[in-house]
């Protein structure tokens, strides 16, 4: 088991330019959560999937934010255009099935300059 | 509604003594209860889980949590602290049906030597 994998760890870009974060779920994992961590906030969830339908994307903070799951093993939450208030730590998380945990990737850290 | 409130952001202890993390909770159905540890520059991992068996819940590392229904609380312990604990510690809750687990603002733990 690989675990939640992201990519990329580190994303360094300027304001107004498109950032697009990517999550691998952990197989089977039929939910996919997309979090953003920061010191004034904390965890903040943006928005989660069941079986890659979005099913509240209510914590998304405005619509440059998007998020899509095309299918079960792959995930993007894009940004357009970026912002320096965007910059954080964005967790991806996955979870099976009923009373389990969530399983976090290592994380996207994001600056835009 | 779910709500997780976690006493002092800041712990310190020295190495070998007590470690307590606290945590209270708030649900209105029957709560899954999860402490999860966050290294630097890593992504949240499971230290343990309650979920209805014993409320007495042993995890990683030495670490484990008591479920106190009358206190609403579930806090986290280890009777000697290592300086490989020095983390940020995540107390969440879920109620039962709820797909979103509500996390606290995390309590950093400091170990001195």
């Known amino acids: 088991d690989a675990g939640v994998i992201q990519s990329p760890r580190h994303e360094v870009t300027e304001m107004g330019q498109e950032v697009t974060l990517r999550c691998k779920p952990i197989s089977g994992h039929d939910y996919l959560f997309w979090y953003r961590q920061t010191m004034m906030r904390g965890l903040e969830l943006l928005i989660y999937f069941n079986n890659n339908v979005p099913i509240d994307d209510s914590g998304m903070p405005e619509d440059r934010f998007s998020a899509k799951m095309p299918n079960a093993s792959f995930s993007t939450l894009k940004i357009q255009p970026s912002e320096p208030r965007d910059s954080a730590v964005y967790f991806c998380?996955?979870?099976?099935?009923?009373?389990?945990?969530?399983?976090f990737g290592n994380g996207t850290r994001l600056t835009v300059t | 509604a779910q709500s997780v409130t976690q006493l002092g952001s800041h712990v310190s202890v020295s190495e070998g003594a007590l470690v307590l993390l606290r945590c209270n909770y708030s649900s209105s159905v029957p709560p899954y209860l999860f402490w999860y540890v966050q290294y630097p520059n890593q992504g949240l991992q499971l230290l343990l889980k309650y979920t209805s068996a014993a409320t007495l819940v042993k995890g990683i590392n030495g670490f484990e949590a008591e479920f106190k229904k009358s206190e609403t609380s579930f806090h986290l312990t280890k009777p000697s602290a290592h300086m490989s604990d020095a983390a940020e510690y995540f107390c969440a809750v879920r109620g039962r049906g709820s797909y979103i687990p509500t996390f606290g603002r995390g309590t950093s733990l400091i170990v001195h030597p």
């Open positions: 998380a996955s979870r099976g099935t009923e009373g389990s945990p969530l399983h």
